[in-house]
Every structure is written in structure tokens, then in C-alpha cells.
């Protein structure tokens, strides 16, 4: 019977197992937490990703409406279903919205005067993804 130092036993062991848990742990997603923002062609409508929690995304949306006249904001979700949708008369308009992570995938916000004839639209593509960040350190 051959005899193996119990060290070499432990070290191959150890490093067995990190690359077993550098192996289960590649596959993991980011989650995208880039401040983004889109606006319009005359920067009137901005809106913007303010990040997230465990729970929810948080959009801000902006609008310059100088003269006061009143206006719609509507968001709709990938199946075309309104989710939300108001009316405003704002000058200096700035709201925060939170959305849940899990709901959707895709939301439309539609900025439009109360005739409908002007209108601003972007959409909003949600992709989340969960990271995983393992420290092992030799105590």
C-alpha cells in the first residue's frame, strides 16, 4: 500500500474544488447597472435608469413643457397592455417611476400633447441578470 502525504491529499482536494466553483460559477449574468438615458430629438422628453433594488427597476422620466399645456405619459408592457398612464400640465416635469424586476420584459413610454398629434415613444428593453461574487480566503 502506497503512502500518500495527507498536505498533497488536501491540496489537490482544495484545488479541486476551486475550480469546481469557478466552473459553477461562470455561468452567471451581470446585472446592468449602467446609468442609461434616451432622449428626444429636441432633448424635451429624457428618460432615464436610475438603478435598481432587490425588488424593483427606477426610471426617471423629464419634461420640458414650457407653455404648460397639458400632456400624456403612458407605459405600456411588451404585449401593447397600458400599465400606467396619466395626465400632466407640468412646466418642469421630473417623476420617478419603479417598475418590478420580474414583470416585464419590454415597456413602451409614450409622451404625447392631449390632442395625441405630437408624440414622443421609447422603448425600454429589461434584461436582469444575478451575479455572483464568491471571496475564498486562507484563514
Given at each position: 500500500m502506497k503512502k500518500?502525504?495527507?498536505?498533497?491529499?488536501?491540496?489537490?482536494f482544495f484545488a479541486g474544488s476551486l475550480v469546481a466553483a469557478a466552473l459553477f460559477l461562470s455561468v452567471?449574468?451581470?446585472?446592468?447597472?449602467?446609468?442609461?438615458?434616451?432622449?428626444?430629438?429636441?432633448?424635451k422628453v429624457q428618460i432615464k435608469y436610475t438603478g435598481s433594488n432587490d425588488e424593483y427597476l427606477n426610471f426617471?422620466?423629464?419634461?420640458?413643457?414650457?407653455?404648460?399645456?397639458?400632456f400624456d405619459l403612458t407605459f405600456y408592457d411588451e404585449s401593447g397592455d397600458v400599465i400606467y398612464s396619466n395626465t400632466f400640465k407640468d412646466q418642469n416635469f421630473v417623476k420617478r417611476f419603479s417598475v418590478p424586476k420580474s414583470a416585464y420584459q419590454k415597456l413602451t413610454?409614450?409622451?404625447?400633447?392631449a390632442n395625441g398629434v405630437d408624440q414622443k415613444k421609447f422603448d425600454i428593453a429589461i434584461r436582469t441578470k444575478q451575479v455572483d461574487d464568491v471571496k475564498i480566503s486562507q484563514l
Open positions: 500518500v502525504a495527507l498536505n498533497k491529499v488536501a491540496n489537490k452567471h449574468a451581470h446585472a446592468a447597472n449602467n446609468i442609461t438615458k434616451a432622449e428626444n430629438d429636441n432633448n426617471t422620466v423629464s419634461y420640458s413643457n414650457p407653455t404648460g399645456n397639458k413610454v409614450v409622451v404625447s400633447n
